[in-house]
């Protein structure tokens, strides 16, 4: 293969790469209504661990998280291994091991219509802001085989894991779409939970950050050692301006 036509294939594969992942994102956006923001700062220790217990506890039954370790989750969050081992590891797994949930593909297709994503990767692909209003979407909706359905991704598979905290939320139409189906206008609390709308904005904020934080541990070193650059930065331009008073000072 000549080097114009190795060119010109690679710049094609390049080309065909960036249209596909245009298009994912143009569905992505299609897919759902606005999206809140979710206000997640993966700097916050107290919320990084309060959304790992809240994970393991709702969602870990589940979602695998397969490219995190309880060893490296114990790290990065400050926990001992007991209390990882104690509190958030339910599956038995080694400490040095997978997050892996104990439900088989075949089990969540037999249950849910299909096996349960990985979410390793959900707030990479998704955003966080996506991921924090989808799980504050869910309502009631008896023409679904589970009974659940979301406004922000229409005819989910999944129940809503976090009803007995939210409560229960019934949804309110408008106007019909073209396929002269009812449009949902927005929700209401039929039924309260045991949290109020801001603790449970909280509760989904926590889950949110620790799903951040997963699908890019390395930014909790990044931002760590951000500070140590500038306060260097800070130190070289200071003796470069002294280094150049001094400079000045002999040609003067």
């Known amino acids: 293969m000549t080097d114009h036509a190795f060119a010109r294939k690679f710049f094609a594969r ?79 797994a080694a400490y040095g091991e997978h997050i892996v949930s104990s439900m088989t593909a075949e089990h969540g297709a037999q249950w849910f219509g299909q096996a349960p994503p ?13 991921v924090f209003t989808y799980l504050k979407s869910f309502y009631l909706d008896e023409t ?8 922000l991704f229409p005819n989910a598979s999944m129940p809503n894991p976090l009803w007995e905290m939210q409560g229960l939320q019934r949804p309110v139409h408008g106007e019909v779409d073209d396929t002269g189906e009812p449009v949902v206008a927005h929700l209401e609390l039929g039924t309260p939970g045991s949290q109020d709308a801001r603790q449970f904005d909280q509760t989904v904020r926590d889950i949110t950050t620790f799903l951040e934080y997963v699908g890019e541990p390395a930014a909790l070193k990044r931002q760590q050692l951000g500070v140590w650059v500038l306060l260097f930065l800070t130190l070289l331009t200071f003796l ?13």
Request: charged share 20%; net charge negative.
């Open 14 to 92: 390049i080309a065909t790469t960036v249209a596909g992942l245009l298009l994912s994102f143009g569905a992505f956006a299609a897919a759902g209504g606005p999206v809140e923001q979710a206000g997640t700062d993966i700097g916050d220790r107290a919320s990084l661990q309060r959304g790992a217990q809240l994970y393991m506890n709702y969602c870990a039954g589940c979602h695998s998280l397969k490219f995190m370790r309880y060893s490296r989750m114990a790290e990065d969050l400050g926990l001992t291994e007991d209390e990882v081992m104690n509190n958030l590891n339910l599956t038995g």
């Open 118 to 130: 990985d979410l390793s990767l959900i707030t990479r692909v998704r955003g966080s802001d996506w």
């Open 240 to 252: 470069a301006w002294l280094l150049k008073q001094e400079y000045w000072r002999d040609v003067h």
């Open 144 to 151: 679904r085989p589970l009974g659940w359905n979301n406004t």
